[in-house]
Antibody, heavy 125, light 107 residues
Framework: QVQLVQSGAEVKKPGASVRVSCKPSGYTFTSYDINWVRQAPGQGLEWMGWVTPRSGNTDYAQKFRGRVTMTWDTSMSTVYMDLGSLRSEDTAVYYC??????????????????WGKGTTVTVSS | DIQMTQSPSSLSASVGDRVTITCRASQSISIYLNWYQQKSGKAPKFLIYAASSLQSGVPSRFSGSGSGTDFTLTISSLQPEDFATYYCHQTYSTPYTFGQGTKLEIK
């Protein structure tokens, strides 16, 4: 059974950093990208970026560049998302999601087919 | 960034109804469009990719269509478990962006 298991809830003070982990199981860890998506309370979904365990490539949304780092640990088969300089607006549920792709007829269309249950990060003084 | 706009933002319907949700992109995205369903307090669930291809295991009452800038998600006969929020999502270019969501409620 393919699943992504995320770390537990975090409470941080403004200015601090947070690390959220995501451990895939049920498939070959290095075969798929991992995306990070967040959702502020009562709001929609916001893509933060992705990391490719196979190559080490990353792509971050401009909004988060300089504050976010997405890494992986092959030995632990775990992906990490570090977000620094936290502010109250970063309070959200953070999801990791496996990146799949439809590759036919000249198309390469990416999607997120398996999601973790989410990690709540609360930033409060 | 590509802006995705869904309409309506909320919708009331009854079990058995046929409903359609629209998603419009701020520029052409070909068929680089996916749909997700999210129930309250849960992670999103992947429904449709490449605008019209149903993910394995998703009921056939769900369908998607469109290309370019205009897309639709249709549920042919609403079931009680379909009441949720639906998001469109473009992967034509990064940053990948989502629509603001359409909340489907029971009438």
């Amino acid at each position: 059974q393919v699943q992504l298991v995320q770390s537990g809830a975090e409470v941080k003070k403004p200015g601090a950093s947070v690390r959220v982990s995501c451990k895939p199981s049920g498939y070959t860890f290095t075969s798929y990208d991992i995306n990070w998506v967040r959702q502020a309370p009562g709001q929609g979904l916001e893509w933060m970026g992705w990391v490719t365990p196979r190559s080490g490539n990353t792509d971050y949304a401009q909004k988060f560049r300089g504050r976010v780092t997405m890494t992986w640990d092959t030995s632990m088969s775990t992906v990490y998302m570090d977000l620094g300089s936290l502010r109250s607006e970063d309070t959200a549920v953070y999801y990791c999601a496996r990146g799949g792709a439809f590759a036919e007829n000249g198309y390469y269309i990416q999607y997120m087919d398996v999601w973790g249950k989410g990690t709540t990060v609360t930033v409060s003084s | 960034d590509i802006q995705m706009t869904q309409s309506p933002s909320s919708l009331s319907a009854s079990v058995g109804d046929r409903v359609t949700i629209t998603c419009r992109a701020s520029q052409s995205i070909s068929i680089y469009l996916n749909w997700y369903q999210q129930k309250s307090g849960k992670a999103p669930k992947f429904l449709i990719y490449a605008a019209s291809s149903l993910q394995s295991g998703v009921p056939s009452r769900f369908s998607g269509s469109g290309s370019g800038t205009d897309f639709t998600l249709t549920i042919s006969s609403l079931q009680p478990e379909d009441f949720a929020t639906y998001y469109c999502h473009q992967t034509y270019s990064t940053p990948y962006t989502f629509g603001q969501g359409t909340k489907l409620e029971i009438k």
